[in-house]
T-cell receptor, first 115, second 116 residues
Framework: GAVVSQHPSRVICKSGTSVKIECRSLDFQATTMFWYRQFPKKSLMLMATSNEGSKATYEQGVEKDKFLINHASLTLSTLTVTSAHPEDSSFYIC???????????FGEGSWLTVV | AQKVTQAQTEISVVEKEDVTLDCVYETRDTTYYLFWYKQPPSGELVFLIRRNSFDEQNEISGRYSWNFQKSTSSFNFTITASQVVDSAVYFCALNRARTGGFKTIFGAGTRLFVKA
């Protein structure tokens, strides 16, 4: 079964609203989680590194005020897309590291459509 | 800098053909992990294999096999006797095996079409 769970798997929101995506590690504690974005027919691009109890580290070009990341516990990181626009429509996927031998688990991904 | 190159954008084969997906990587780290993932149309990433930089043994898992060659910085993936269900996008990825540096660098992906 899944060890990293994302919710929701699909979401449609109106322009200007905010939407939150959750990423949970189910069987382990993850001090670090990662958020990726994937445009259609493109590769996964790292958006930010989510650190438990501290501020996220954003990749160059990613607007930190638009993509708010909160990692309040060792099993949960959230990505909030604020004031969403149609160009934010994309597939968002998170990953977490189990801390043992470099095993990385990915969530199922979340399809965001902004209308 | 780390980089993963999958030069094949799309490959189309007929069922039962063998197909090899190429992956070339760049890294200055001496310790690192290489991965292959399958991404079906539903979007989730399906883990296929992980290989650390100190293990150059080739691996076979059913119809899947992987050829890791540090001398050429390649980690190629072969599907033997391909099936329609193998149709998907396949990503090769690289991850540093150092504490705090677990960003996964993905290749551009290779889209595989297997026709019946």
């Amino acid at each position: 079964g899944a060890v990293v769970s994302q919710h929701p798997s699909r979401v449609i929101c109106k322009s200007g609203t905010s939407v939150k995506i959750e990423c949970r590690s189910l069987d382990f504690q993850a001090t670090t989680m990662f958020w990726y974005r994937q445009f259609p027919k493109k590769s996964l691009m790292l958006m930010a590194t989510s650190n438990e109890g501290s501020k996220a580290t954003y990749e160059q070009g990613v607007e930190k005020d638009k993509f708010l990341i909160n990692h309040a516990s060792l099993t949960l990181s959230t990505l909030t897309v604020t004031s969403a626009h149609p160009e934010d429509s994309s597939f968002y996927i998170c990953s977490a590291h189990s801390g043992q031998g470099g095993t990385i688990y990915f969530g199922e991904g979340s399809w965001l459509t902004v209308v | 800098a780390q980089k993963v190159t999958q030069a094949q954008t799309e490959i189309s084969v007929v069922e039962k053909e063998d197909v090899t997906l190429d992956c070339v990587y760049e890294t200055r780290d001496t310790t690192y992990y290489l991965f292959w993932y399958k991404q079906p149309p539903s979007g989730e990433l399906v883990f296929l294999i992980r290989r650390n930089s100190f293990d150059e043994q080739n691996e076979i898992s059913g119809r899947y096999s992987w050829n890791f060659q540090k001398s050429t910085s390649s980690f190629n993936f072969t599907i033997t006797a391909s099936q329609v269900v193998d149709s998907a996008v396949y990503f090769c990825a690289l991850n540093r095996a150092r504490t705090g540096g677990f960003k996964t660098i993905f290749g551009a992906g290779t889209r595989l079409f297997v026709k019946a």
